[in-house]
C-alpha cells in the first residue's frame, strides 16, 4: 500500500512536471538532415539525438541530398504536430520556401550546418541558425600550413621560394566550401608566401571523389605539387589515400595535406602522421546548441542565452568556434 502510494505520488509529480512546462507526451521536434552518410553532420546528429533524451523526443529524416524529399518531411512534419523543426539543408538557398512554410503553420525553425541567405532569415522571428564562422576555418588551415612552411625549408620542394599547391573543394555554393577556401587563400597571401595555386576542384565532401581527384592532379602536376588543402577531412583522406597510391609516406616522401572536421578518421591520420592538421568543426556544441534553441522554442519560450548555454549573436545565430589541431598537443 505505501509502495502504491509512492509510485502515486511520483506519477503525480511527473504529470505536475509535465503540465508545469506546458509540454504533451506526443510533442515532438522534426529534424531533416540533407544525407545519412556524411560523417560530420552524422555527428551533429548524434548530438541532437543525446541532447533530447529526458527532454521533447525528436524524429529524425534523411533526405538523399534531395531538396523534393526534404521539403516532403517539412510538410509531414508540420501536419503530425511538430512542435519545432531543425533543418539541415539540401540546398541553402531553398532556405526560404521552408520558412515560409513553417511560419504561415507556426512552427519554428532551426537551421543548423549550411547557412541559410540573410535576406531568407529576415523573413520571420521564429528562426534560428546554428553553425560555425567559415572564414576562420579557411584560416586555421593556414596558419597549420604557415607554421609547417617556416619551420620546414625543404617544404619547398623546387625550391624556387613558391607554394605550388592544389585546393579540394566541397560542394560549390555551400558557405564552407566558398569562405573556407578564399580565407585559406587570404591568410596564406598575408603570410608573406608567395602563393601559386596549381589547381582546385570539387570532391563534394566525398572521401572517395577526392582520391580520384587528387590522382588526376598529380596526373597533370606531378611532383610540383608542394602542398594539398582540402575543405573538410574526408576529401584530405581521399588526397591521402591518391597520394600513398603513389608513392608518398613511404621512403621519406612526404605531402603536407590539411584537412577540417576533426572527425575520427581525421585525428587517426592526424596521430598517424599523414595528415598535418585539421580544424575542429565542434559537432557537439553546434548539436546541442540547436537541440537547445528548438526545445526552448517548442516548449513556448524565446531562446535566451541562460536558457540555450551559448552565445546568441543578433537574437538568431550561434557560432560555435572552431579549433585548430595538429599532432602531440593537438590544441593549439
Ligand atoms: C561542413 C563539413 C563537411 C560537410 C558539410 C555538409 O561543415 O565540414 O564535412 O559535413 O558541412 O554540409
Ligand atoms: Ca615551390
Redesign the pocket.
Known amino acids: 500500500m505505501r509502495r502504491f502510494f509512492f509510485l502515486s505520488f511520483v506519477f503525480a509529480a511527473i504529470i505536475l512536471s509535465a503540465s508545469a512546462s506546458g509540454n504533451k507526451e506526443e510533442d515532438f521536434i522534426g529534424v531533416s538532415v540533407?544525407r545519412a552518410d556524411?560523417?560530420?553532420?552524422e555527428e551533429e546528429r548524434q548530438w541532437i539525438e543525446k541532447d533530447s533524451l529526458g527532454l521533447m523526443p525528436v524524429r529524425v529524416k534523411a533526405a538523399e541530398n534531395r531538396q523534393s524529399i526534404q521539403n516532403e518531411h517539412i510538410s509531414q512534419f508540420i501536419e503530425d504536430g511538430a512542435k519545432a523543426i531543425i533543418v539541415?539543408p539540401v540546398d541553402r538557398t531553398s532556405s526560404g520556401a521552408i520558412i515560409e512554410k513553417c511560419r504561415k503553420a507556426d512552427v519554428p525553425l532551426v537551421f543548423i550546418?549550411?547557412e541559410p541567405l540573410a535576406d531568407d532569415m529576415a523573413i520571420w522571428d521564429k528562426v534560428y541558425y546554428v553553425g560555425?564562422r567559415a572564414e576562420s576555418a579557411g584560416r586555421f588551415e593556414a596558419k597549420i600550413f604557415i607554421n609547417y612552411w617556416f619551420s620546414h625549408p625543404e617544404a619547398d620542394k623546387n625550391g624556387d621560394g613558391i607554394l605550388q599547391f592544389v585546393i579540394i573543394k566541397?560542394?560549390p555554393g555551400?558557405q564552407?566550401t566558398e569562405l573556407r577556401s578564399e580565407y585559406l587563400m587570404r591568410t596564406l597571401a598575408e603570410s608573406g608566401i608567395v602563393i601559386d595555386r596549381l589547381d582546385e576542384d570539387t570532391a563534394l565532401?566525398e572521401r572517395e571523389r577526392a582520391e580520384d581527384l587528387m590522382s588526376a592532379f598529380l596526373a597533370v602536376h606531378g611532383d610540383a605539387i608542394e602542398a594539398v588543402f582540402a575543405?573538410?577531412?574526408?576529401m584530405a583522406l581521399g588526397a591521402i589515400d591518391a597520394l600513398k597510391n603513389a608513392g608518398y609516406f613511404s621512403d621519406g616522401e612526404y605531402m603536407p595535406v590539411i584537412g577540417?572536421?576533426a572527425i575520427p578518421v581525421g585525428l587517426e591520420a592526424l596521430q598517424d602522421g599523414t595528415l598535418l592538421g585539421t580544424v575542429l568543426?565542434d559537432a557537439e556544441g553546434q548539436g546541442k546548441a540547436a537541440y537547445r534553441i528548438a526545445f526552448e522554442l517548442a516548449s513556448g519560450r524565446i531562446p535566451t542565452e541562460e536558457s540555450i548555454g551559448y552565445p546568441l549573436t543578433d537574437e538568431k545565430y550561434v557560432w560555435i568556434p572552431y579549433t585548430m589541431m595538429i599532432q602531440g598537443n593537438n590544441l593549439i
Not at 556524411?38 to 553532420?41: N, P, R, S
Open positions: 540533407y556524411d560523417a560530420f553532420t539541415n550546418n549550411r560555425a566541397g560542394e555551400h564552407d565532401w575543405n573538410n577531412d574526408q577540417c572536421d568543426n
